[in-house]
């Protein structure tokens, strides 16, 4: 197909004139707002232009596709190809279509060859990743949802399906890192629980490899008493609190932890034994302080 030198300049999806356009979604919206929103960033590509032939034609497969009319999209998209038009956006709203399907094998190749076409264009990244995810290449996602969120660093999704991708291979360490930037791109409940399932997966994770590495560990122990305090068995945490002082009686905050259980149990004179050897370690410390006034001033109360 010969192309006019006639062009004029459609806004497609990536193009930062489509801001603010809505329109019905199809039944994936997360899909859908990448497409048509997401990608309206300063890191994406400019306005496209393309004959005027053209140009008609690839609007009127993006309308379809942002419609949700994915059979329309498809033959507008196909037929561009099969006239030699080769155009990272093209192949990428066919990989959308694809993955829209769950073919996420012909989702690959698409955004593949849409990346061979522009290689730094985010969107087919992310959308690469999240299907290469659900096939199972979780080491091949990882690589392409990592360029995603390079790319694209001010787009939620980048590190939600990142952080996924991460909790899958339970990489805690990073999937809480990803979080955290999510949260503080896009402050919302739903991200902020997930955030605080990750730390509490880390934070099992973490207690997993000190057994491992030494199941003696004073840290260990002191984890379980903190833990058994939070479910208020108060004698589990003095016990686990008095192991881990034996393992090590220099560790801080051992003797503090003690002390607020023994507190909790109104055991006053053997609480303020364990802040003696707390401050002795940090006495600088100001929760040693406020703990020992607030033993002595319930003691006091309770004294008749």
Not at 83 to 95: A, C, D, E, R, T
Not at 115 to 135: F, T
């Amino acid at each position: 197909m010969k192309l006019s030198t006639n062009r004029v300049r459609i806004d497609v999806p990536g193009s930062r004139a489509c801001t603010g356009i809505s329109a019905p979604c199809p039944r994936n919206p997360f899909l859908f707002l990448l497409v048509v929103l997401c990608v309206l960033r300063p890191d994406a590509p400019a306005q496209e232009t393309f004959p005027p032939q053209l140009a008609k034609q690839i609007a009127s497969g993006v309308e379809a596709l942002r419609a949700g009319n994915l059979d329309a999209a498809e033959k507008v998209f196909s037929a561009a190809i099969q006239q030699g038009v080769k155009h990272p956006l093209i192949y990428h709203n066919l990989g959308v279509i694809a993955q829209e399907r769950g073919n996420h094998n012909l989702a690959v190749t698409r955004f593949r060859q849409a990346i061979q076409l522009q290689s730094n264009y985010g969107p087919s990244h992310l959308l690469l990743g999240v299907s290469l995810r659900a096939l199972g290449n979780h080491k091949g996602a990882l690589r392409e949802l990592e360029r995603a969120a390079t790319l694209m660093p001010n787009e939620p999704q980048a590190h939600l399906q990142l952080a996924k991708a991460y909790e899958t291979t339970e990489n805690w360490i990073s999937a809480v890192g990803e979080l955290a930037k999510l949260n503080e791109l896009a402050p919302e409940p739903e991200y902020a629980y997930q955030l605080g399932r990750a730390w509490a997966k880390l934070s099992g994770w973490s207690y997993q490899q000190i057994k491992e590495i030494n199941p003696d560990s004073a840290r260990l122990q002191q984890a379980l008493g903190q833990e058994y305090a939070i479910q208020e068995k108060y004698d589990l945490a003095l016990d686990a609190y008095q192991r881990a002082a034996k393992a090590d009686p220099t560790l801080p905050e051992v003797h503090l932890g003690a002390a607020v259980i023994l507190l909790q149990l109104k055991r006053f004179d053997e609480a303020l034994a364990e802040i003696d050897l707390e401050q002795r370690l940090v006495p600088e410390s100001k929760a040693v302080a406020q703990t020992r006034a607030k033993i002595q001033a319930e003691k006091a109360t309770a004294t008749p």
